[in-house]
């Protein structure tokens, strides 16, 4: 017990003593309370070769497994002991030059404990100096790092796994912005694309959207699944390549968003998957396809025909399914072996292909058996029958089998969408129905299933046939339909238009004329027709009439054949007649099959002299940018414009402008099919050059012309 003083001054001071001593007894206790309980070590030490310990907190137990005394002063071990020989050095080295420049060091390194274990420590420390400036020792902290080590290496190891990962991964993987430009990815993602490095990819695609996907609908559709799910699975899609090439490609992927939800940019994955997608199609292709002759098989014939069927009852159109057997095939299985049959049933699935239009199927059902698909036909079957005339003709040409030379027949029986069924169930049945009948009513043939149908198709051959006797027959005769010049009022020529009286009586030009352009015919027919129209116009020539042409018609099969201006100069020269009497009638729709070579035949007739016009203007081509630069004559405005002339100030404008576009061209402007005389006077009115129509003269034989003429002349 302290002893306690009188005088009160002297108590002050006594008392002041007391408590600064007792401030400092606690100030200590609380700093080793602190110090024992700190996970760590406290030290003092010497700077000698053994970092001979002066203290050492309680923490030294828990950190090297000796307790401070084993430490102290080296009583046991020295703290370079403890330290892992292969730090040493380095340790040493760090804490000398900190002492030197008189800051305070920092160190990891390794120490090794009493158990023999191996820690990671953290020291930090400072040197205390004298007054005069040496050294008197060391202090400072050592802690325990080994678990915090351990989990940096685990993340440093995991990062480079995973960059490995990334950098070696056989899938892209990206980066983008929503708008479509590339941020990051691995070396993957610039193989897939054919680029040799990832800047060269980054930097040549600006814009994914439009043009990376084949289909520039692709990055929306991306987009939209994003934006609705937050991810895209299994995304595929066709892109280019860097050379162009076409590659299919399966994405997955996700939106990243910031804290507030915005969107930041996309990342995922890509992978080429056109090997798979080959091969699945070449499934997909051997599920539907026959082996032998590569055609559609029945299942996806069946389909097909189903689609037709919806189309055909949307748009009112008709759909044809024609059965196909070969005749006799047993015959050549059963004697030349089946290679021979083989042969024989791919050379027939070849000539079946080129007897149809793209849009018609040929599919094998097995053994001889084939079915047809023909679409979008119209009412009448003359297509049909056309195309079925030229599968019975391809089928018979002979064929070379092997060493064999054989001919082969068919049978082929048809039935027709809507009339005889609607379903493909029935027009299948009924279309093996009238293929049998075709077998039974001798082979080589085909029947419909409807029989009036039948009858129609005779019709058709039958007209065919005829046709092609009709020249040598001489059953053709022209008629003319004289042409009125709008100012003067008289006759200036005349339009000659054929005339067949055919077996069956008269047949119009419209129901013959499309069918011996299909079969040929017309080339025929065309000479017969020019050389008549010439002798004819010879005659009015030396009747003195003038100006008189002769116009003649020539369809767009006969224009297309390139020795036309040879014959057609040969027939002027036989006849004798001046070419500038005669006249070509061509329509819009002989240009459009070969605009070429129609310019090339068009410059050779007008330089032999002939007089040349486009018939049936404003039905057909509807490009006007050939009239410009064709060496025309006349444009001879279609009826359908001249029609509603009387009264309807709509087709008066129309017909004005088409006036006014052939007159600014340099043409002479004709109208087909006049009727009234309101149509003939708005027509002399508006400026119009020539008409041509039932209000002057029906079509008429020469010789009725002849009259026509003598009673213009004589008023
Ligand atoms: P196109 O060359 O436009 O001939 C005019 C058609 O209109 C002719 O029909 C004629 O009789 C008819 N027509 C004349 N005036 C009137 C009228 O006022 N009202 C009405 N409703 N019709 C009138 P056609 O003779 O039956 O000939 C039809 C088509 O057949 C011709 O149209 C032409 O494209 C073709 N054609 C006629 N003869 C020949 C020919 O010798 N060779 C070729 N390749 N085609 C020909
Ligand atoms: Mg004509
Ligand atoms: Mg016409």
């Not at 090794?112 to 100096?129: N, P």
């Not at 090439?245 to 399966?250: A, D, E, L, Q, R």
């Not at 057609?568 to 070579?597: F, H, N, W, Y």
Request: hydrophobic residues 35%.
């Amino acid at each position: 017990m302290d002893h306690f003083p009188e005088h009160p001054a002297g108590a002050y001071s006594f008392l002041k003593s007391l408590s600064d001593r007792h401030l400092e007894r606690d100030q200590k206790r609380l700093l080793a309370t602190l110090l024992d309980q700190l996970d760590g070590m406290v030290y003092r030490c010497r700077n000698d070769a053994q970092w001979t310990m002066e203290f050492v907190s309680v923490g030294c137990l828990a950190l090297t497994g000796y307790s401070p005394s084993d430490l102290l002063l080296n009583n046991r071990v020295s703290y370079d002991d403890i330290t892992h020989p292969e730090d040493r050095e380095r340790v040493r080295a760090e804490i000398q030059s900190a002492i030197a420049m008189r800051r305070r060091f920092e160190i990891e390194y390794r120490i090794l404990r009493a158990d023999g274990m191996q820690r990671w420590v953290f020291e930090r420390g400072s040197g205390i100096y004298h007054a005069d400036g040496t050294l008197e020792a060391l202090q400072g902290f050592v802690d325990d790092i080994t678990e915090r080590k351990a989990n940096e290496h685990a993340l440093r190891d995991a990062e480079n796994r995973y960059r490995d990962i990334v950098e070696n991964a056989a899938e892209g993987i990206f980066q983008t912005t929503i708008e479509g430009r590339y941020i990051k990815g691995n070396p993957a993602l610039a193989r897939i694309y054919g680029y040799d490095s990832l800047a060269e990819l980054t930097a040549a695609l600006a814009d994914i959207g439009s043009q990376l996907y084949v289909d520039g609908r692709r990055r929306a559709e991306f987009i939209r699944i994003i934006r609705q799910c937050g991810s895209v699975t299994n995304f595929e899609s066709q892109v280019y390549r860097k050379d162009g090439t076409v590659i299919w490609i399966s994405e997955n992927a996700r939106e990243v968003r910031d804290v507030s939800g915005n969107p930041l940019y996309y990342e995922g994955t890509v992978e080429d998957i056109t090997e798979r997608k080959t091969y699945e199609r070449r499934l997909a292709h051997q599920a539907t396809h026959d082996t032998l002759t590569g055609l559609p098989n029945r299942a996806l014939f069946v389909d097909r025909l189903g689609q037709a069927l919806s189309l055909a009852e949307r748009n009112g159109s008709q759909v044809a399914v024609a059965f196909l057997d070969l005749d006799n095939f047993k015959y050549i299985n059963d004697s030349l072996g089946h290679q021979t049959g083989d042969e024989v049933i791919c050379t027939t699935a070849q000539r079946l292909q080129g007897c149809l239009r793209d849009s018609d199927t040929v599919s094998r059902l097995g053994g001889d058996e084939f079915v047809l698909l023909l679409q979008g036909l119209n009412a009448d079957n003359g297509q049909v029958t056309a195309t079925l005339s030229r599968i019975l003709a391809e089928v018979s040409r002979p064929l070379q089998a092997g060493q064999h030379e054989l001919n082969m027949t068919c049978s082929l029986g048809i039935s027709l969408y809507p009339q005889d069924g609607r379903d493909v169930d029935t027009l299948l049945k009924h279309a093996d129905a009238a293929m049998y009948q075709a077998k039974h009513v001798g082979r080589n043939n085909f029947q419909f299933f409807t029989a009036s149908l039948n009858q129609r198709a005779r019709d058709r051959l039958d007209l065919e046939h005829s046709l092609r006797q009709a020249v040598e027959r001489e059953e053709f005769i022209l008629h003319y339909q004289p042409k009125i010049d709008l100012r003067s009022g008289g006759i200036v020529g005349a339009e000659s238009l054929i005339r067949w009286k055919g077996p069956r009586g008269l047949v119009p030009p419209a129901r013959f004329i499309p069918v011996a352009e299909e079969t040929g015919s017309i080339e025929g027919i065309g000479e017969w027709v020019l050389e008549s129209a010439c002798r004819q116009a010879r005659l009015w020539q030396a009747r003195g009439l003038n100006p008189f042409t002769v116009a003649v018609n020539f369809s767009p099969r006969q224009f297309s054949n390139s020795r036309l201006p040879q014959r057609v100069e040969s027939i002027l020269q036989r006849t004798g007649v001046d070419p500038r009497m005669i006249e070509i009638e061509i329509t819009e729709s002989c240009l459009a099959q070969e605009p070429d070579k129609f310019i090339s035949t068009l410059t050779a007739l007008k330089s032999i002299g002939l007089q040349l016009s486009i018939d049936d203007f404003g039905t057909g081509y509807s490009s006007m940018a050939y009239l410009k630069s064709f060496p025309l004559d006349r444009l001879k405005v279609d009826r359908t414009f001249v029609r509603g002339l009387s009264g309807n100030p709509r087709d008066q404008a129309i017909f004005r402008a088409i006036l006014a576009l052939g007159h600014n061209l340099g043409l002479r402007v004709v109208a087909e099919g006049v009727e009234t005389s309101e149509q003939y006077y708005f027509l002399r009115d508006a400026g119009c050059d020539e008409v041509q129509g039932y209000f002057f003269s029906m079509p008429v034989p020469a010789a009725d012309l002849d009259l026509l003429l003598e009673e213009r002349r004589s008023r």
